[in-house]
């Protein structure tokens, strides 16, 4: 299953980048003849408290820059600093546990790290929330409702492209809403109307409203301004198979895989 490109588009929106790996973090980067001392000088803060020194220490410990590397211990420091509601740190655990890359995927640990986020006023983590809730797995549920919502709050271009597309295509029939996706949609095409993700959302309302032939003639459209975007040339199969589903008047179903 391919993930829907309009998902991945966003993590190259400046307003909306979250940290990949710790490597995206700051971390100090002393002279080599001082290192020690500094490094010294932030465990000993860490082990007093200081949440910051145990947001860094944390970082040091996964990545295994000026200490030897200990995941476990990284994580155990991570979750210290968060629990004082350290944003960093709440950021960097939620990110750990969602990507799965450097420690095992928690999407329960990175749900609940992104929701004190969102109380701290973090629209990124409500973004993070919706995309978790689209996908569901791994002790989560797949809610789509929940993610609509989530979007709908976030509010930019992006997260509403999201809900066109969820309202279209979602795999439980009592979230799905084609008019609504089909308004907005049509609201968002007047931004960009040669976005080919746009016009992908927008031909998948078509096809859940039961206009196949409108839903033909957007997604040719979608496929043409796709060809005129190499950034997006990966996505161009399954553009092309969502265009045979419309031509045999078939809706599209997709559950969003997490990336």
């Given at each position: ?5 309009w ?5 190259f ?10 490597s995206?973090?700051?971390i100090?980067?002393?002279q080599?003849e001082?290192?020690?001392?500094k ?15 145990q947001?860094?220490?944390g ?6 820059r000026?200490?030897h ?6 994580i ?6 968060a629990?004082q509601n ?8 939620a990110?750990?546990?969602?990507e799965?890359?450097?420690v ?5 640990q990175a ?6 986020l ?8 409500r ?9 569901g797995?791994?002790?989560v549920?797949r809610?789509?409702r929940?993610?609509?919502d989530e979007?709908?709050q976030?509010?930019d271009?992006?997260?509403l492209?999201?809900?066109?597309w969820?309202l279209s295509?979602?795999p439980?029939a ?7 996706a089909?308004?907005?949609?049509l609201?968002l095409?007047k ?5 080919p ?5 927008l031909?998948a ?6 206009d196949?032939?409108?839903a033909?003639k957007?997604?040719?459209?979608a496929?043409?301004?796709?060809e ?11 553009f ?6 419309y ?13």
């Amino acid at each position: 299953m391919q993930i829907k490109p309009w998902f991945i588009s966003v993590f190259f929106v400046g307003s909306l980048t979250v940290a990949a790996s710790v490597s995206a973090f700051s971390i100090p980067q002393p002279q080599a003849e001082n290192a020690a001392t500094k490094v010294a000088f932030i465990q000993l803060n860490a082990k007093n408290g200081d949440a910051e020194a145990q947001f860094l220490l944390g970082l040091m410990s996964i990545s295994g820059r000026f200490v030897h590397i200990d995941k476990q211990q990284g994580i155990e420091w991570l979750q210290r600093a968060a629990a004082q509601n350290h944003p960093k740190a709440l950021q960097a655990l939620a990110d750990l546990y969602y990507e799965g890359s450097l420690v095992p995927r928690d999407l329960v640990q990175a749900l609940n790290a992104y929701q004190q986020l969102v109380e701290q006023g973090n629209p990124l983590a409500r973004f993070r929330i919706g995309l978790i809730y689209a996908a569901g797995g791994e002790g989560v549920t797949r809610d789509c409702r929940r993610a609509v919502d989530e979007f709908s709050q976030v509010g930019d271009a992006v997260s509403l492209g999201n809900v066109v597309w969820i309202l279209s295509t979602c795999p439980e029939a009592e979230h799905r809403d084609g008019a609504r996706a089909l308004a907005l949609g049509l609201e968002l095409l007047k931004s960009n109307q040669g976005d080919p993700s746009i016009l992908d959302n927008l031909a998948a309302a078509y096809a859940e409203m039961g206009d196949f032939g409108a839903a033909v003639k957007i997604q040719q459209q979608a496929i043409d301004a796709l060809e005129q975007n190499p950034q997006m040339q990966t996505h161009a199969p399954e553009f092309r198979l969502r265009l045979i589903s419309y031509l045999n008047r078939q809706a599209h179903r997709e559950a969003l895989p997490l990336k």
